[in-house]
């Protein structure tokens, strides 16, 4: 059975790093987008960081320069190592595979929380 579990979430002051964890499991035929998607209290789900089978990355604007997103060789494990962190990127924060890279997101983790404070 596949599965995603994340871990590394927290609270941190503005200007802070945080790095956040996936463990993916039970994918035995594989997939092709992997990726972090957050969502703010009272906002729409926003994806922030993906990458491909063929190692192309995607980040969304307000994130570029601040966060990296990595995964290990065997595409077991997902990070995302977030830099100067900002009241705005507070948030629940979602692992997810995309099995067809067709744009729908086909499973999800349960979400870790990350909170910044000004």
């Known amino acids: 059975q596949e599965q995603l579990v994340e871990s590394g979430g927290g609270s941190v002051q503005a200007g802070g790093s945080l790095t956040l964890s996936c463990a993916a499991s039970g994918f035995i035929h594989g997939f092709d987008f992997m990726g972090w998607l957050r969502q703010a209290p009272g906002k729409e789900r926003e994806e922030v960081a993906h990458?491909?089978?063929?190692?192309?990355?995607s980040y969304i604007a307000s994130v570029k320069g601040r966060f990296t997103i990595s995964q290990d060789n065997a595409r077991n494990t997902l990070y995302l190592q977030m830099n100067s962190l900002r009241p705005e990127d507070t948030g629940m924060y979602y692992c997810a595979v995309d099995e067809l890279g067709d744009g729908e997101w086909n499973y999800w983790g349960q979400g870790t929380q990350v909170t910044v404070s000004s």
């Open positions: 990458i491909e089978a063929d190692g192309t990355i």
